[in-house]
T-cell receptor
Framework: KNQVEQSPQSLIILEGKNCTLQ??????????LRWYKQDTGRGPVSLTI?????NTKSNGRYTATLDADTKQSSLHITASQLSDSASYIC????????????FGGGTRVLVKP | DTAVSQTPKYLVTQMGNDKSIKCEQN?????MYWYKQDSKKFLKIMFS???????INETVPNRFSPKSPDKAHLNLHINSLELGDSAVYFC?????????????FGPGTRLTVT
């Protein structure tokens, strides 16, 4: 069982609608959590990074939340655009000293006009 | 003005061959990485170098050998390629190996072993 589980695996939404992606993790100790966006055929691009003491962080229409007690994070996309079609990957870092990142399998989002 | 570049973008080769993938970053970063993304889209770190020194070496077959001639380059050489090596390989760089620093990924190299 992967230490970072994402749901749903895939999602289809209409342009202009909102959606929320979930990430549950069991990685411990926990240093920080990131959300990446990966377009097809490209490398991941960072959207947000949060330490365990942060509850929310926004990047434009993307808002990430974090509950370190329940080990859950969510990524909310507001007013989706066609360019939001991509995979969204949750990544948890074990500790601040090293740089071992544990990646979730991603949620594939398809925005339809 | 590409930040992290990889060559080639696609690589198709036969089992048993030896191949190399090159990576270069022009961000002035000290740390570079190689990741493997399998068919299920999971990214897993393979190696990490900081100032040309190996700092992370995950459970990777010793057929994979990274080489860092300088801080801006981290190449990946693979000997005796196997079918299971087929994947997309991503290079990345960051200012520091500390996890709070952002990692910048290259476009990936899709390796297909036949």
């Amino acid at each position: 069982k992967n230490q970072v589980e994402q749901s749903p695996q895939s999602l289809i939404i209409l342009e202009g609608k909102n959606c929320t992606l979930q990430c549950n993790y069991t990685v411990s100790p926990f240093s920080n959590l990131r959300w990446y966006k990966q377009d097809t055929g490209r490398g991941p691009v960072s959207l947000t990074i949060m330490t365990f003491s942060e509850n929310t962080k926004s990047n434009g229409r993307y808002t990430a939340t974090l509950d370190a007690d329940t080990k859950q994070s969510s990524l909310h996309i507001t007013a989706s655009q066609l360019s939001d079609s991509a995979s969204y990957i949750c990544v948890v870092s074990l500790d601040a000293a090293g740089n071992k990142l544990t990646f979730g399998g991603g949620t594939r989002v398809l925005v339809k006009p | 003005d590409t930040a992290v570049s990889q060559t080639p973008k696609y690589l198709v080769t036969q089992m048993g061959n030896d191949k190399s993938i090159k990576c270069e970053q022009n961000l002035g970063h000290d740390t570079m990485y190689w990741y493997k993304q399998d068919s299920k889209k999971f990214l897993k770190i393979m190696f990490s170098y900081n100032n040309k020194e190996l700092i992370i070496n995950e459970t990777v077959p010793n057929r994979f050998s990274p080489k860092s001639p300088d801080k801006a380059h981290l190449n990946l050489h693979i000997n005796s390629l196997e079918l299971g090596d087929s994947a997309v390989y991503f290079c990345a760089s960051s200012q520091s190996p500390r996890s709070s620093y952002e990692q910048y990924f290259g476009p990936g190299t899709r390796l297909t072993v036949t």
